[in-house]
């Protein structure tokens, strides 16, 4: 790609931003590369934690994989967006150093892991036998409206302290997931392709952790309402 205004295909206004980016840094825009790395390392660090046993080997597997993208820069071919390219290079590099530091486990026993046991407390709901309402929620066990106000609740300092250390919380693969979903804005099929997941495990593994953070607010909640 010698430069988007050469190219005789497309007309100037179908250029994405990623083309525009991508543009730049295989150009050599070290402003655009840098705003990158300074964009997406911290995320990409706490990916690569959940690979490896230390935060030193964590950041040196995000210097690797940026040490990747450059050299694979000339080569992409926009199959994927750059960030997915980005972080899939990432998690392959976690996985191996993974691998020399013999931590690593199979993907698909993580995944059982996860996906193990109720996603709710079954005492929550009434028995199967409950003779008014069998299967529903108890009284207690009910989910409870949470206050939205920013200056009281939601968008406290106090309540993101709460999310952040239920996020650090889950198990790394549930963890994971919610990062790349809820936190960095992924979808769901570039998700799959980052951490090389099945459509149902994503799916299944982002549910299980959305339900714990859930469950630290309500309890969260709960406490304050005493």
């Known amino acids: 790609m010698s430069g988007l205004a050469d190219d005789p295909v497309r007309a100037p206004e179908t250029y994405t931003e990623d083309d525009l980016l991508l543009h730049r840094l295989r150009s050599g825009d070290e402003q655009a590369f840098d705003r990158l790395v ?3 390392s911290p995320t990409m660090r706490r990916m690569a934690r959940g690979f490896v046993s230390t935060d030193a080997s ?3 597997c995000v210097q690797d994989a940026w040490l990747g993208v450059i050299k694979g820069l000339a080569s992409f071919e ?3 967006t750059l960030r997915t390219w980005a972080f899939r290079i990432l998690v392959n590099t976690a996985k191996t150093r993974a691998v020399r530091e013999q931590r690593t486990t199979p993907l698909s026993s993580l995944a059982a892991e996860d996906d193990t046991g109720p996603t709710v407390d079954p005492g929550r709901f009434r028995p199967r036998d409950d003779p008014e309402r069998p299967g529903t929620w108890t009284s207690a066990g009910e989910p409870r409206p ?3 106000d920013p200056e009281t609740g939601a968008l406290s300092g106090e309540l993101r302290n709460v999310v952040s250390a239920a996020v650090e919380a889950l198990p790394a693969r549930q963890r994971e997931v919610v990062v790349l979903r809820d936190i960095q804005g992924f979808g769901s099929e570039e998700v799959c392709h980052i951490l090389g ?3 149902q495990n994503q799916r299944v593994l982002l549910h299980r952790g959305r339900a714990r953070v859930r ?3 309500e309890a969260y909640y709960a406490g304050e309402s005493r």
Do not use: H, I, V
């Open 38 to 40: 300074r964009t997406w």
């Open 58 to 60: 964590a950041q040196e």
């Open 78 to 80: 926009g199959r994927s």
């Open 146 to 148: 949470w206050e939205t």
């Open 197 to 199: 997941l099945t459509a």
């Open 215 to 217: 469950t630290a607010l």
